[in-house]
Each structure stands twice: as C-alpha cells, then as structure tokens.
C-alpha cells in the first residue's frame, strides 16, 4: 500500500528486552500485537526484528554500569544511538533497501521530505576537528511544532548518515491531531494505549526492586549535610539520584539527595525542596556528540558559546555559557544556579529551535552552599579530569 504522500510503507517492530530475564512485566508482546494490526489495518508489510543481545551490551549494560558508578543514565538516549538510529536503521536501509526510515518522534529536521529521499550515504569523517572545506550540507535537528511534546531531547545523541534519512511525519503536528488521524483510521486500540513513561524498552516498574536484581547492595548513611548527623540507612548510594526525596523512615519532614560519596558509600541529604545544597551552575560533559556541526563555528573560533541547555526532557531551557576544551568536552556556566543537576544525565545544547547536540554530564562545580562551609571539594559522582573555564574550579 502506499500512504497518502505516496510512499511505499512497510512496517517494523522492534523487540529490545527478553522479558523472560527478569521477574518485572513487560509489554513487548502485547505491543507487537497492536503494531501488527495497524498493519494489517493499513495494508502494509509487517516485520520483526529482535535487538535483545545488542540492546543488553549497548544499553543496559551501560546502564548498571552508570549507577554502579553513581551516576543517573538516561537510557533513552543511548538506546535512540545504538539502537534505533544504528542496528534499526542499517537493518531497513540494508535488508529492507528503505530508501529512509519514518519514526514517531516530534521532532523535525532541516530537510523538506523529498529532499531526505535524494540522500546518498556520506561517511562522517573521524577526528574531533573535521576539514572545514568539506561540502556536507549538514542536517540540523529541530525542536517539534508542538513544544510540549518536543523529543529532540532524546535524538541528540543520534547519528548525521541516520538522521539525513529520517523522516518525522509528526513534527509539524500537535498530539491531538495525530490522534484525530488515527481515529480516522480505524486505529482505536493504539488510541487506548498509555504512553510509556518507564525505562527504555524495559517499562514502568519498582525501581529499587528491578535495580537490585541486577547490582549489589551496599548498605550506606544518610548523612544530614547541615550538621554531619546520621539520619538513617539505605541498600545503595546508586539507588539515589541528585535532587530527589531521600526515603528516611521516622521524619516528618521530606529530605533531599544532595550529594553522594562513592568511596564510603554515604548520601548527603538536606531539608526543604529547595535547600541551597540542591543548587549548582557548573558541569563538564565528556566530548560533545554535535549533531550538524563538530563543533560549532563560533565555539572553535572563540573557546566559548552562549546558547540554552536542559538535562531533563521538558524542563525549561537555561542560558548558559559553553567552553570548549581540547578534548571534545564542554564547560557548562549557567547564567543562574541549577535544582539537582546530576552526572550521568546528558546536558542538551539548543540555539534558537536548534537542538545542537549532547554531553554526558560527569563532573559538578561545587554548590554555594558547599562553599560557604569551606569545603574544598564536592563529593558528587565525578570522572576523569579536564580543563576547567577561567571561573571554574578543578575538582
């Protein structure tokens, strides 16, 4: 069948986790079942394929890995990168002979349709600072029309040769006309569906529970960062991320993760949602992956660049400041001090719609709060070193 822009369509399901694995429930049978028949209902060939072993080592793997290490992953990100823009792609484009490949995501690129069909594969050169003379006509991701539900977030990490022959059909649209299109073909069963807010693939389930499966407990203390005091115990320094509700049996009052020792295993919590510990307005990335330009024009002329970030998808974008170091990696300096910024989590760069690219976030400038107490180093899950921005410390 062709669609209504006059493509030949074929269908593709992927299966990344082996529920059989765990003891969580997962959808993935029962979300096959629905793709097959919207096929069915819109008269298309139907495939599946199974990325369980590469989802495992390319995904997961990095997942545990992450919080063993102290760090927040978003998983999401890094499945979009290996996953569906690497092994689902090169299998369409490959085995299929796809000519592009469509997806759900609300985002747009800087290519009208017709012009994605034109794209011949271009090997990315290798190197950090790539021949500036090359004629690429790089492809820039964008922000969705419907702001809200704008995903550019997480495709930052994901491939140029992937993303020049990718096509967007919801970018341009907003949720609920996509879902008076599907009304309107007869698709009432996806309609039903709940949109996923759990683990990539993996689903919504008890966190500490499914974590704990995988990793070790390593029994530790909440320690309050006002005074030093114990206030309680926990199974795991990786079970806790910056700026969430630290579960402490016996106090009234909520408290905040807002620091973390690896070598001793403690967490550091304060009072009140909004306690000056929770904030910071430095981090460094590891190399940036830049999605049109590696790097930036500006940022390699003058070592530093304004433009916004977010590191949670949804949350309002923050001006900031990026230096560049000589390694690939970034500075971030934002323009306000930050609720919980967290290692592990990707800093996404956007500039007027643009979303620019992605870090991983490793290392924390201090806290004013930690400062005003003489501290001379934060104790956040941090790795490797780099250089720091003129303002900056080295941590």
């Known amino acids: 069948m062709q669609s209504d822009a006059g493509y030949q369509v074929t269908g593709v399901f992927m299966k990344n986790w082996d529920s059989l694995d765990e003891h969580g429930v997962c959808t993935a049978d029962r979300d096959c079942e629905d793709a097959y028949r919207v096929c069915q209902i819109l008269d298309i060939p139907f495939h599946q394929v199974s990325y369980v072993k590469e989802y495992w080592n390319d995904v997961f793997s990095d997942f545990l890995n992450e919080y063993e290490k102290g760090r927040t992953p978003n998983p999401d990100i890094v499945c979009n990168k290996h996953i569906k823009f690497n092994c689902f792609f090169h299998y369409a484009v490959d085995n299929l002979g796809a000519d592009a490949v469509a997806t759900g995501h609300y985002a747009r690129t800087s290519l009208e349709?017709?012009?994605?069909f034109q794209q011949k594969h271009i090997k990315r050169p290798e190197g950090l600072f790539r021949n500036r003379f090359e004629v690429r006509n790089a492809v820039k991701l964008l922000q969705a029309a419907d702001s809200f539900k704008d995903q550019t977030f997480f495709l930052s990490q994901v491939p140029q040769d992937a993303l020049r022959r990718t096509l967007f059909p919801l970018g341009?649209?907003?949720k609920e006309f996509v879902k008076k299109i599907a009304a309107e073909n007869r698709l009432h069963h996806v309609l039903q569906k709940k949109e996923s807010m759990g683990?990539?693939?993996?689903?919504k389930r008890n966190f500490e529970n499914f974590i704990l499966q995988y990793l070790q407990p390593r029994p530790g203390k909440f320690i309050s960062i006002e005074d030093n005091k114990v206030l309680g115990t926990h199974q795991g320094w990786f079970l806790y991320t910056l700026g969430q509700r630290a579960k402490i049996g016996g106090l009234r009052e909520p408290w905040y993760v807002v620091e973390k020792d690896g070598t001793k295993g403690d967490v550091f919590v304060a009072p009140r949602t909004d306690h000056p510990a929770l904030y910071r307005d430095l981090l460094r990335t590891n190399r940036v992956h830049w999605?049109?330009?590696?790097?930036?024009?500006?940022?390699?002329r003058d070592k530093?660049?304004?433009?916004?970030f977010r590191f949670r998808h949804q949350m309002a974008l923050v001006p900031c400041v990026l230096t560049l170091n000589q390694d690939g990696t970034v500075w971030v300096t934002a323009v306000k001090a930050v609720r919980a910024l967290t290692p592990g989590q990707f800093a996404v760069f956007y500039k007027g719609g643009e979303c620019l690219g992605s870090g991983k976030i490793l290392r924390l400038g201090p806290s004013a709060y930690t400062l005003q107490k003489g501290k001379s180093k934060s104790t956040v899950a941090t790795e490797g070193s780099g250089d720091s921005p003129g303002s900056g410390p080295v941590l």
């Not at 999605?291 to 390699?300: D, G, R, S, T």
């Open 304 to 308: 530093m660049m304004e433009c916004q």
């Open 172 to 174: 341009g649209l907003t």
């Open 113 to 116: 349709d017709e012009e994605v």
């Open 199 to 203: 683990i990539c693939f993996v689903g």
């Open 291 to 300: 999605i049109a330009e590696e790097p930036p024009a500006a940022l390699v």
